[in-house]
């Protein structure tokens, strides 16, 4: 579970972050969007513990992040969108380095990083240097090392950047599968199919602040003809013009339905 209440980060007088509340439990897909300069990054990087909030409280797995960052780092699984790795080491070194890091070592640590290897289609690569591997590559490998210690929470930050279809599939049917097992996932994406494909629930946030939370039905349900009859079934809109009419981009979706 990822449980964030009342962020706030402010640089001198400007607050990029205001208030914002989420939370992803336990088996959810959690999807969190918003234009760029909304406070998207700013707000993964804090629940990361990258970045120190000027007020607020992150709670990873029951462990709150400012009183046991320790902890609640240990239970959490973090994706970056860009992989930084060590590439003069090889997918299994990197993999058997960062299990080093979270205390795994011992009976059973070359069995894990061989399952995560071929879980995300790298086994063939084992024994080769992360040079020699494509963005794409390394990004599968950043996602082997982000679930090697089986942490019940997973942040990820656009995961399917420099994917090819294949992978990118192998992603989803992955993430989906994790979350079928408990893990709490929140996902950040600009993507806004693979949100709609993938994700239980989504938050969209804008200028700082959150400004919508909920399924995509509810979603549809919040930018749908006022005239409608009251409860009458969401329609098929695409998250994209949902997202648009939220964020004050109809504009653009009218020059896209245009052209």
Known sequence: MIAVNGLVKRYGSFTAVNGVSLRANAGEIHGFL???????????????????????????????????????????GFIPDRPFIYEKLTAGEFLRFHAGLYGIDGYGVDERVSEMLDLFELTPWKDELVEAFSHGMKQRLVMCAAFLHRPQA?????????????????????????????????????????????????????????????????????????????????DDTPLTAVFLKLTGGSGLQEIDEVV
Do not use: W, Y
């Open 154 to 234: 997973v942040l990820v930050d656009e995961p399917m950047v420099g994917l090819d279809p294949r992978g990118a599939k192998l992603i989803k049917q992955v993430f989906r599968a994790m979350a079928d097992r408990g893990v709490a996932i929140l996902m950040s994406t600009h993507t806004l199919e693979v949100a709609q494909e993938m994700c239980d629930r989504i938050s969209i946030i804008l200028k700082g602040q959150i400004i919508a939370h909920g399924t995509v039905d509810e979603l549809r349900q919040m930018v749908a003809n006022p005239d409608a009859a009251e409860g009458s079934a969401p």
């Open 34 to 76: 918003g234009p760029n300069g909304a406070g998207k990054t700013t707000t993964i990087r804090m629940v990361a513990g990258l970045l120190q909030p000027t007020a607020g409280r992150i709670e990873v797995n029951g462990h709150d992040l400012r009183a046991e960052p320790e902890a609640a780092k240990r239970s959490l």
